[in-house]
């Protein structure tokens, strides 16, 4: 039996969206306008967007070792899509071994995922382009890792969790990116957070009503705050996230993923 036509575009919506994550890439930003206050597709294009407008310290902005296994599939998504995010924060580092860690992280989680023999071959791709230097190569083959992570999600029929990892993805780069524009903001930065994908995936998330079956103690927990992630980044396009609303923003953002860090039920 075929699902209603709502829920079969709202899958196709999903594929398009993940598609855009992990496989166009900085490619996006050739078309560019003289705007800038543009739609982004990816949070790699949100990093090399924000770095045209201050000259960001990357390193700053890498994270201690994650834990390998987590309690359930759900925090284990947000997590991994945050991962893919460090990697292209560690390409736009051009840092060797912070890129192999992110390697590790992301096998070591597709595990509790149940897809880590499909990444496998990819993940070796990655640490050779790792240890080449060539930058452009990692970019697309993390990419390309990403949209084989989606391909062996959806064989799971686990369509949620792809709308997680976009989410986990996004939250990590608005995450590094309000951590730059703290330290120099400007409004061309500021600007960049208005993403209205980011506004649709976060209500996607808030819209899907919880199981009372079996309610999710890390989603209970993360609602009020991807709430207001939402507030703070709804608004006009053209109107920049002010300086309060960065000193809001950046606590969010922050204990979102410590959240799915250190939650141990």
């Not at 900085?26 to 407008?53: K, M, V, Y």
Request: include cysteine; glycine fraction near 4%.
């Amino acid at each position: 039996m075929k699902p209603p036509y709502s829920n079969r575009l709202h899958l196709v919506c999903l594929a398009l969206l993940l598609v855009q994550l992990f496989l166009l890439g900085s490619a996006g930003l050739a078309d560019e306008t003289s705007s800038p206050f543009r739609e982004l597709r990816t949070p790699e294009e949100l990093l090399i967007a924000i770095s045209r407008s201050t000259k960001p310290d990357w390193s700053a902005n890498f994270r201690g070792p994650l834990p390998s296994t987590l309690n359930s599939r759900i925090q284990t998504a947000i997590l991994v899509g945050s991962v893919f995010t460090d990697g292209y924060l560690a390409a736009q580092a051009e840092d060797t071994q912070q890129c192999k860690n992110v390697v590790k992280d992301l096998i070591a989680l597709a595990k509790t995922l149940g897809v880590q023999n499909e990444l496998l071959d990819r993940s070796r791709s990655l640490v050779d382009s790792a240890q080449k230097k060539s930058w452009a190569t990692f970019r697309q083959e993390l990419g390309a890792t990403g949209v084989e992570l989606e391909n062996a999600l959806r064989k799971h029929q686990d369509e949620r969790l792809v709308r997680l990892v976009l989410i986990g993805a996004w939250v990590r780069g608005l995450e590094i990116s309000s951590s730059i524009l703290r330290e120099t903001y400007t409004e061309i930065g500021a600007s960049l957070l208005r993403q209205k994908s980011i506004l649709k995936l976060l209500q996607s998330e808030m819209d899907l009503p919880p199981d009372p079956q079996r309610p999710d103690p890390l989603m209970i927990a993360l609602r009020p705050r991807l709430e207001k992630l939402h507030s703070l980044l709804d608004g006009p396009s053209d109107v920049p996230v002010s300086r309060s609303e960065m000193i809001e923003l950046a606590p969010v953002l922050s204990s979102i993923l410590q959240e799915i860090i250190s939650r141990q039920n």
